[in-house]
């Protein structure tokens, strides 16, 4: 029964995704609200008898006159008394969302896959699925965060400017530096707003500006790729998923898959050969280890050493990967919960 199930704090929850579920599973409408009405009736009764009698004897005598007489008295009474008292209440109740989720799940029960190691080879596009993971960001994703249009747009405007620099030497002259301050302004400026364009649209391909797309772990070498639409995020934050294990039901969307290329959703990128990919993001890896040695801060930050002299691992890991491991899918989800 839907009331015997535990209570979930949910996070995420696409309503028009849960009414047309809802709605098939009862072949019924979804009510928003109703009315309820309570009548309460108390009768009160009170029914009673009286009977009494009285009577007084008198006798006076005089030397004259002998006078006596009685006087006497009876009757009977009855009363009733009934009263009857009506109440009337009427209570307006509301339906949100979370309630037909509530009664999804025990409706959908017995079509509903819980994914595991085991069972999710044979995962098709259409099936319910309700597994616990995990989540993470996808590279992508946490790599575009941080370079947000205006956030590119300004450290190229920076460097440029770094770059350009009027020279001042003993013989300078005011004019001519102003003139070559304009021009390294205006420089500045062009690369900066060709910076953003570029930015811009990355983020548009990558659709950032409406999806959120996270790699929600549910077991070594098994991942849901979960892509949640901005909008529909109930806390304010959308990355609280990062924060925990939370539960996704939702709808399969692809087969599983091993090894996935992480370009696989880019309109474009997804022509690239994932070989090339692979490769090109280990020659970059290397190439920024070897940065790392050349440059002696660098080297002291990024390769700690003890006093043994002996390396310890760096502070964050510099690979970037070109494939999700293991076996993947994709998932439209429904609702996520604690």
């Known amino acids: 029964m839907p009331g015997e199930q535990e209570p979930r704090v949910i996070v995420y929850q696409n ?8 709605q098939s599973a009862t072949n019924d409408g979804l009510p928003n609200s109703s009315e309820v009405e309570t009548t309460d009736t108390v009768d009160a009764s009170r029914t009673g008898t009286k009977t009494g009698k009285a009577g007084v004897n008198a006798s006076v005598t005089t030397p004259l006159v002998k006078l006596g007489g009685e006087l006497g008295g009876g009757g009977d009474s009855a009363t009733k008394d009934a009263r009857t008292w009506t109440q009337r209440q009427r209570v307006a109740m509301s339906r949100d969302i979370a309630l037909y989720l509530h009664n999804l799940h025990a409706l959908l029960d017995k079509s509903t896959r819980t994914v595991d190691s085991a069972t999710a080879g044979d995962l098709a596009p259409g099936d ?6 995990t ?4 590279p992508i994703s946490a790599l575009l965060d941080l370079c947000s249009p205006d956030a590119v747009a300004e450290v190229t405007r920076y460097t440029v400017r770094k770059a350009k620099l009027p020279k001042i030497d003993g013989d300078w002259d005011i004019e001519r530096v102003k003139a070559q301050w304009v021009v390294a302004e205006q420089e500045a400026t062009t690369k900066a707003d060709l910076a953003r364009t570029v930015t811009s649209a990355l983020h548009t391909d990558f659709r950032r500006g409406t999806t959120t797309e996270f790699h929600c772990e549910i077991e070594t070498e098994l991942t849901a790729l979960v892509a949640c639409e901005a909008e529909h995020f109930v806390t304010a934050d959308p990355d609280r998923p990062l924060d925990g294990a939370f539960t996704v ?4 969307i692809t087969r599983p898959e091993r090894h ?3 370009f696989r959703k880019n309109k474009f990128l997804h022509r690239m050969n994932n070989e090339w990919v692979d490769s090109l993001f280990s020659q970059l890896t290397v190439l920024m280890e070897r940065t790392a040695e050349s440059d002696e801060n660098m080297r002291k930050f990024l390769r700690l050493t003890n006093d043994d002299d002996r390396e310890t691992p760096p ?4 690979e970037f990967p070109a494939t999700i491991p293991g076996l993947s899918f994709t998932v439209l989800p429904i609702a996520i919960y604690a």
């Open 260 to 262: 996935v290329p992480i």
């Open 135 to 138: 989540f993470r960001q996808d």
């Open 128 to 133: 319910l699925v309700k597994f616990q993971g």
């Open 315 to 318: 502070p964050f890991d510099l």
């Open 15 to 22: 309503a028009d995704f849960m009414g047309s579920l809802y």
């Open 249 to 252: 039901f939702g709808k399969v």
